[in-house]
């Protein structure tokens, strides 16, 4: 399974967009993207995934670049609530889910 | 549905002891799998099922077992407890797909302290 990378945090002002970055330089084409946050002490919770194609749904759009070795989650309009951590996970058909430290993201006021 | 329930929400046991952490679903997922949360670090897989009869090992499997002998439950027990098995643990499945995993659901988790 690729590995991602992640900056540690991120700050957004609330009512902007937050973008979170993600490199996973080492993706294999069947390897899906997937993003997961986690809210203080709650189980993490799915977001997005994609494989090719950019992708949005009722909370958020998944830009992959075309060599597919990174990746941008997008929150349109961040608020308060969207303050967690980010989780971009690589993986292929054995469905293992390798969380890494993911980006803690702050939404300010 | 009630999705993924995970008991007790709270434990302590002391070193040496063993229990069993629950875990059901009642959405029909094949793939359920076992994580652990230590402070201020990410999700390590434990072990994981993607079918009835059929577990395997993830990134940290050492000290604990798990079976799947239904759909619904994947226990996962800790034979010995010992306190670097403080932490919080977490539950999780999704159905399998032919075009690939799809969205994991996570239960509210169990926090256990080993003193």
């Known amino acids: 399974d690729a590995k991602t990378t992640q900056p540690p945090s991120m700050d957004c002002a609330e009512g902007r967009a937050a973008n979170l970055p993600c490199n996973h330089s080492t993706i294999s084409g069947n390897e899906y993207v997937y993003w997961y946050r986690q809210i203080h002490s709650q189980g993490p919770q799915y977001i997005i995934h994609?494989?090719?194609n950019n992708e949005t749904n009722e909370m958020a759009s998944l830009i992959i670049t075309e060599d597919r070795k990174s990746s941008t989650l997008i929150l349109p309009h961040a608020t308060l609530r969207d303050t967690a951590v980010y989780y971009c996970i690589v993986i292929s058909n054995t469905g293992k889910l390798i969380f890494g430290q993911g980006t803690t993201l702050q939404v300010k006021p | 549905n009630a999705g993924v329930t995970q008991t007790p929400k709270f434990q302590v046991l002391k070193t040496g002891q063993s229990m069993t952490l629950q875990c059901a679903q009642d959405m029909n997922h094949e793939y359920m799998s076992w994580y652990r949360q230590d402070p201020g670090m990410g999700l390590r897989l434990i072990h994981y099922s993607v079918g009835a009869g059929i577990t395997d090992q993830g990134e940290v499997p050492n000290g604990y077992n798990v079976s799947r002998s239904t759909t619904e439950d994947f226990p996962l027990r800790l034979l010995s407890a010992a306190p670097s098995q403080t932490s919080v643990y977490f539950c999780a499945s999704s159905y399998l797909s032919g075009s690939g995993y799809n969205e994991q659901f996570f239960g509210p988790g169990t926090r256990l302290t080993v003193l």
């Open positions: 994609g494989l090719k």
